[in-house]
Nanobody, 127 residues
Framework: QVQLVDSGGGLVQPGGSLTLSCAAS????????IGWFRQAPGKEREGVSC????????YYVDSVKGRFTISRDNAKNTVYLQMNSLKPGDTAVYYC????????????????????WGQGTQVTVSS
């Protein structure tokens, strides 16, 4: 079992920044990668970014490349998503999740390959 607590969401103006955190606990040796997803009202949940636990390789969906940065602090068992230059289209509930599949380069595990999920944190970008 793995428990995830995601946090850091809030209301921010367009062009602003937020940093989301995903703190993991439990049987962490199962984890190959941690990913971030988001779900806007009326839309399907989409993958945003992921980071490999073994080699630190990352993946970003095209819409966030150059604006979002995923990182990890192994000592704290925490993964971060630094979000800059936020746009109204980034408004969504953001979820972190763990997977035993590989993540990195051009590969992002499918949604059904993720085992454990955080409760979600709301990000609202509005003036």
């Amino acid at each position: 079992q793995v428990q995830l607590v995601d946090s850091g969401g809030g209301l921010v103006q367009p062009g602003g920044s937020l940093t989301l955190s995903c703190a993991a606990s439990g049987f962490l040796s199962e984890i190959s990668a941690i990913g971030w997803f988001r779900q806007a009202p009326g839309k399907e949940r989409e993958g945003v970014s992921c980071i490999s636990s073994s080699d630190g390789k990352t993946y970003y969906v095209d819409s966030v490349k150059g604006r979002f940065t995923i990182s990890r602090d192994n000592a704290k068992n925490t993964v971060y998503l630094q979000m800059n230059s936020l746009k109204p289209g980034d408004t969504a509930v953001y979820y972190c999740a763990t997977t035993r599949a590989y993540c990195g380069g051009s590969y992002f595990p499918r949604r059904n390959e993720y085992d454990y999920w955080g409760q979600g944190t709301q990000v609202t970008v509005s003036s």
